[in-house]
C-alpha cells in the first residue's frame, strides 16, 4: 500500500512537504516515484528515485525547486515542494515499482503500485 499526505491549499512561491508511507513490499528494493495529474491533463511523472541506488529524476518543470528524498527506516518517501506555482495544481500521487524499467518516471503504467494520491491547490 502506498499512502500520501501533505497537501493542501498554499500561495504561489509558497511551499509543501508531500509523504508517501509504503507498506507490504521490500521498500529498499523498489523505485519510487511522484506522478500528478491536473485538471484536465494527463498524469505526468515529477519525481522519481530508485532505493536500490539512490538516482534521482525531476520533470523539467519541476527542475531546481522540487526535491524527493526516500528514508528506508520509515518506509517513507517525500517531495519537497518549493515556489509553486498555479501550474502545480494537481492530485499528486506516489507509485512503486519493483523491477529495473528502462526510463524512472516516464509512464504511470510501468508501476507496480500506485496510491489515491493528495490534492496539491496552488492560488495565484
Known amino acids: 500500500q502506498l499512502q500520501a499526505s501533505g497537501g493542501g491549499l498554499v500561495q504561489a512561491g509558497g511551499y509543501l512537504r508531500l509523504s508517501c508511507v509504503a507498506s507490504g513490499f521490500s521498500f529498499e528494493d523498489y523505485g519510487l516515484g511522484w506522478f500528478r495529474q491536473g485538471p484536465g491533463k494527463e498524469v505526468e511523472g515529477v519525481s522519481c528515485?530508485?532505493?536500490?541506488?539512490?538516482?534521482?529524476v525531476y520533470a523539467d518543470s519541476v527542475k531546481g525547486r522540487f526535491t524527493i528524498s526516500s528514508d528506508h527506516a520509515k518506509n517513507t518517501v517525500y517531495l519537497q515542494m518549493n515556489s509553486l506555482k498555479p501550474d502545480d495544481t494537481a492530485n499528486y500521487f506516489c507509485?512503486?515499482?519493483?523491477?529495473?524499467?528502462?526510463?524512472?518516471?516516464?509512464?504511470?503504467?510501468?508501476?507496480?503500485?500506485w496510491g489515491q494520491g493528495t490534492l496539491v491547490t496552488v492560488s495565484s
Open positions: 528515485i530508485s532505493n536500490r541506488d539512490g538516482r534521482t
Open positions: 507509485a512503486a515499482v519493483g523491477r529495473v524499467i528502462a526510463a524512472m518516471c516516464r509512464d504511470i503504467y510501468e508501476y507496480d503500485y
